[in-house]
C-alpha cells in the first residue's frame, strides 16, 4: 500500500511569495496528481504527471521518480490561491484507485 | 461542455437506513469514480466503474456498492448507515479508466443523526 506524506500541513504566507508544497510516496507509481480544493469541497484537477514538469500559469508541478518526491510551486501567490492543495498518486493502471495525501491548507494573505 | 453532477447535494438519514447517490459524468467520459471525504481520515477511494463494471474497489464494507449504467451514470449505495458514514461523498469521470485526469464533481453532503 502507498503511503503520501505532504508538508507542510499549514502554509500562511503574504501575496506575491514563491510557495512550495512538497509530496512524497513509498512506493513506486505510474501517476502523480495534484488537486485544489476550496472551501465549499469543490475539488479541481491541477496537475497529472508522471516525469519531469509541468507549468500551468503560475503553478508548476516536478515530479523526481527515483526520489519519490514531487513539489507544487506557485509563483507571485495571490489570495484567491487560497485553498487546501491535495497530492494523490495511482499505481499502474489505477488498480487499487488513488491514494491521497492528508493535504496542505494554504493561506495567502494581503 | 457541462460539468460533473451529483444529486442530492445535501442528505440528511439517521442511522440504519439506507442512502442512494447519484453521479452523472461529462458526456463521453466512461470512467467514474467515487471517493469519501472525512476531516479525520481526509480523501479515500471508494471504487471505479469503467464501462458498467467495477474495475477496482478501495477498502470499505460491503454496505458500500455501486453501479454504472451504460449512459455511464453511476449511483452509489449504502446500506445500514453508521454515524461514521457522515462525509462528503465525491464522484469524479475521465475518458479512461486507470490514473487519468479526472473532472470531479461537487460532491454530496452526507449527515448521519
Known amino acids: 500500500k502507498n503511503e503520501v506524506e505532504q508538508s507542510p500541513q499549514n502554509l500562511t504566507a503574504q501575496e506575491g511569495e514563491f510557495i512550495t508544497i512538497n509530496c512524497s510516496y513509498s512506493?513506486?507509481?505510474?501517476?502523480l496528481h495534484w488537486l485544489q480544493q476550496h472551501p465549499g469541497g469543490g475539488i479541481v484537477s491541477l496537475f497529472m504527471?508522471?516525469?519531469g514538469k509541468k507549468k500551468h500559469g503560475r503553478l508548476i508541478a516536478t515530479i523526481n521518480i527515483q526520489e519519490k518526491h514531487s513539489s507544487l510551486h506557485i509563483t507571485a501567490s495571490h489570495p484567491r490561491d487560497s485553498a487546501v492543495y491535495i497530492c494523490?498518486?495511482?499505481?499502474?493502471?489505477?488498480?487499487?484507485?488513488?491514494?491521497f495525501g492528508k493535504g496542505t491548507h494554504l493561506i495567502i494573505q494581503p | 461542455k457541462a460539468g460533473v453532477t451529483q444529486t442530492p447535494r445535501y442528505l440528511i438519514k439517521t442511522r440504519g437506513q439506507q442512502v442512494t447517490l447519484s453521479c452523472s459524468p461529462i458526456?463521453?467520459?466512461?470512467?467514474v469514480s467515487w471517493y469519501q471525504q472525512t476531516p479525520g481520515q481526509g480523501l479515500q477511494f471508494l471504487f471505479e466503474?469503467?464501462?458498467?463494471?467495477?474495475?477496482n474497489k478501495g477498502n470499505f464494507p460491503g454496505r458500500f456498492s455501486g453501479r454504472q449504467f451504460s449512459n455511464s451514470r453511476s449511483e452509489m449505495n449504502v446500506s445500514t448507515l453508521e454515524l461514521g458514514d457522515s462525509a462528503l461523498y465525491l464522484c469524479?469521470?475521465?475518458?479512461?479508466?486507470?490514473?487519468?485526469?479526472?473532472?470531479f464533481g461537487p460532491g454530496t453532503r452526507l449527515l448521519v443523526l
Open positions: 458526456s463521453g467520459h466512461r470512467s
Open positions: 504527471l508522471s516525469s
Open positions: 494523490a498518486v495511482g499505481i499502474g493502471g489505477g488498480a487499487d484507485g488513488l491514494t
Open positions: 466503474y469503467f464501462s458498467e463494471t467495477q474495475r
Open positions: 469524479a469521470s475521465s475518458l479512461l479508466a486507470g490514473t487519468e485526469t479526472q473532472y
Open positions: 512506493v513506486g507509481i505510474s501517476a
